[in-house]
């Protein structure tokens, strides 16, 4: 119980915090509203799960084999989210919302980010490596990480775009506040590339 407890706050923290994912849910929020996000975060869940379950088959010991696949990840992710931001700029967040424009945060699009995105790989590393052999069975292994990092995701993700949804009624201008957060969002990105490289 000890070490599953252990597993959950190592996940709640990785999951609940500023990064590239949380800050795009962010500027779905504000541009699109929790709702039209929805099949984002079902993507970013699907994706870490795809990403959890190759970890757990043991993909996970091929990569750290070989660096120039995690260097290579971290330049595709961060051109990836970067270029998801950028195409968030012209979006007007009081302007009605048409389909057209909300499928920019779409299931598709939210499937990639965490298989393209080194901090998913790390998080999903050390719990593997950290907590899952202390977890039982490899069955047992898989079904407690995969559905930790679910439940995790779901509330956290979703608290995210909450977030920016509910900045969409302060007082600000809130395509000031969009493009602020875009802005925020490339700076973390280029900061998290230049420190681990």
Known sequence: ???YLSLLGFIVIMVGTPGPANLLLTIGGVQFGLSRCLLFI????IGKLVLN???GLGLGVFITNYPWITLA???????????????SWSI?????????SS????FYKGLIVHP?????????????????????TASEQLVIVCLSFILCQLVLHSAWCWVGEKLRYLPFNRQKTSRFLIVLTIIV???????TT
Do not use: H, Q, R
């Open 53 to 55: 379950i190759l970890i």
């Open 189 to 195: 990105i280029l900061w998290a590339v230049t420190v």
């Open 103 to 106: 499928s920019k945060f779409g």
């Open 73 to 87: 990840l971290k330049f595709t992710s961060a051109a990836y989210m970067i270029w998801l931001s950028v195409t």
């Open 92 to 100: 007007d967040p009081k302007a009605k919302v048409e389909k057209s």
């Open 116 to 136: 393209l995105n080194p901090k998913a790989w790390v998080m999903c590393l050390i719990a593997w490596t950290a907590f899952a052999p202390k977890l039982g």
């Open 1 to 3: 119980m000890d070490t």
């Open 42 to 45: 079902l993507g970013l869940i």
